[in-house]
């Protein structure tokens, strides 16, 4: 197996990472939206989340992002921890359409690239690569209210890669695409990932997404959110959409599914004896 | 029916009011109207006389510090109250609440404060755009998609930049909706502050001629004004129209 997949080496590591959220005010309670977590997350590693509605997946990402700070535990990104400011060499893709309306599709992708020191032609350079890459050549000059959803998602995915990051968070960044799309962009975000080396830590709702992209994939219970299980998948790195009809990837799905359900049934109230 | 040139509804528009304006000339008679026709001539007359330039100068003049004072003040006002949750709850209710008093009855405390020069015009006019021009401010900025401001902060940008490169432009179509309503409302404005207690500008040349029941200066002007809002208002609603969202 060549490319990516786990170097090994720690390129994340949270230890003991509890976020609560003070009640604002009188007679309003806290609330303990995730953790305690640790994990590790090895160099190159692509690494899936999946877990019940509310149950602190989002919080997750943006305490690896820098935008939340944690309450208790420590989050380190090379070795250097995270305290609410966002690291050098992290990127973030969201799952709301972030492309800004009034700039270009080329804008946008160079939108981040303007504020680093690259010199003008450099920035030009990898702008036009970018657009290369994720298929948006005749577009570049377009704004984005002219694209489809899928387009205006790659812009971002472009717009977040061209800063060559070391660590990509994707927060459900297929979620308002249809099936056949989300295959197809999951099979370009394999492709990116094997050609960046970098460390993916990507948050879905969508089990089969995850069983398709990730080497691990955590499983998350209800609020407050924990790790339940981590699963190997066992993939090779050169994988891609077919992957779904092997017989492994129905088993993963299904083991994802055992442990959500009874997490699900609790967020809804249920608790498992309904199963 | 798309292809139709950009000027045809301005132009069918100007036909539409021409047409309804000479019937009811027909109707009336001279004693309140004039023709359209006779009204242009007469317009065309006292552009031509030296005597009326130096009000028109002063209503452009009020009217020109009126627009920048609202747009700067209720820009600003707007936006600290747009990123300040705690400075909105507190002040949006009595922008709200003074937007409601009739400006009119203001205007003898205007002034007794800054007496019948061209400062009341302005200040009158002012106090008619701001409002609108803040409170759409304020809202463009509240309503911003976060994950905008979200990107910005991942992007590293610094606060300044922030403002420029995200807030500012992500705001600018319903900021730009406020400038219209304030541009309409500070001219309303300033031409209230000349009638009411002037010595100049067009405001007072249209009181003096309803006293002296001058109908042709009296037509004259309201076309002349007009003319130059329906245009201005035409232009902002296409630059409008024309911005991304």
């Not at chain 1, 450099?122 to 702008?127: I, N, S, W």
């Not at chain 2, 705690?86 to 002034?111: G, H």
């Not at chain 2, 249209?206 to 003319?227: C, E, K, P």
Request: overall charge neutral; proline content about 6%.
């Amino acid at each position: 197996m060549h490319g990516p997949g786990r170097q090994g080496e720690t390129h994340v590591r949270l230890e003991g990472v509890t976020k609560v959220f003070r009640g604002l005010g009188r007679g309003r309670p806290d609330v303990h939206a995730l953790g305690p977590i640790d994990l590790d997350l090895a160099k190159g590693e692509f690494f899936a989340v999946v877990g019940p509605s509310g149950c602190g997946k989002s919080t997750l990402l943006e305490v690896l992002a820098g935008l939340a700070t944690v309450t208790e535990g420590t989050a380190t990104f090379e070795g250097r921890p995270i305290k609410g400011e966002v690291p050098d060499g992290v990127g973030v893709v969201f799952q709301e359409d972030a492309c800004f309306p009034w700039l270009t599709v080329a804008e946008n992708i160079g939108f981040g690239l303007r504020e680093t020191s690259l010199p003008a032609g450099e920035v030009e350079a990898r702008v036009r690569r970018a657009v290369a890459t994720m298929g948006l050549d005749g577009f570049a000059g377009a704004y984005p209210s002219q694209l489809s959803g899928g387009m205006r998602q790659r812009v971002c995915i472009a717009r977040t890669l061209v800063l060559q990051p070391r660590l990509i968070l994707l927060d459900e960044p297929f979620g308002a695409l249809d099936q056949q799309t989300r295959l197809l962009m999951g099979e370009e975000l394999l492709k990116l990932w094997r050609e960046t080396g970098a460390t993916v830590f990507l948050i879905t709702h969508a089990l089969d997404e995850a069983a398709m992209l990730a080497d691990r994939i955590g499983v998350m219970s209800a609020r407050p959110g924990r790790l339940l299980e981590i699963i190997e998948t066992g993939w090779p790195a050169d994988r891609d959409s077919r992957i779904i009809e092997e017989s492994a990837f129905g088993a993963i799905t299904a083991k994802l599914w055992r442990h959500l359900r009874a997490e699900s049934l609790k967020v809804l109230g249920k608790g498992t004896d309904a199963a | 029916m798309n292809d139709a040139p950009p000027w045809r509804g301005p132009l069918l528009l100007v036909i539409g009011v021409t047409a309804v304006w000479q019937v009811l000339y027909l109707l009336v008679g001279e004693i309140a109207l004039r023709s359209p026709a006779e009204t242009v001539a007469s317009l065309a007359g006292l552009l031509a006389d030296p005597r009326f330039w130096p009000h028109l100068r002063e209503t452009t003049l009020a009217f020109g510090f009126a627009l920048l004072l609202a747009a700067a003040s209720g820009l600003l006002i707007g936006i600290t109250l747009g990123v300040n949750r705690f400075a909105r709850d507190v002040a949006e209710p009595m922008l709200v609440a003074i937007y409601s008093i009739p400006k009119v009855t203001l205007y003898p405390i205007l002034l007794l404060a800054f007496g019948l020069g061209i400062s009341a015009k302005v200040a009158f006019g002012a106090i008619h755009g701001f409002i609108p021009i803040a409170l759409f401010t304020m809202n463009a900025v509240r309503t911003i998609r976060p994950v905008l401001i979200k990107t910005g902060r991942i992007m590293k940008l610094s606060p300044p930049a922030l403002m420029w490169r995200i807030l500012l432009p992500a705001a600018l179509p319903e900021i730009f909706t406020g400038l219209r309503i304030g541009f309409s409302l500070t001219l309303i404005g300033t031409l209230l502050g000349e009638m009411f207690a002037s010595q100049r500008g067009l405001g007072f040349m249209l009181m003096n001629a309803i006293g002296l029941h001058h109908v042709d200066i009296i037509m004259s002007i309201t076309l002349l004004v007009t003319v130059f809002a329906v245009t201005v208002s035409l232009l902002l609603i296409h630059l409008d129209r024309k911005l991304p969202r």
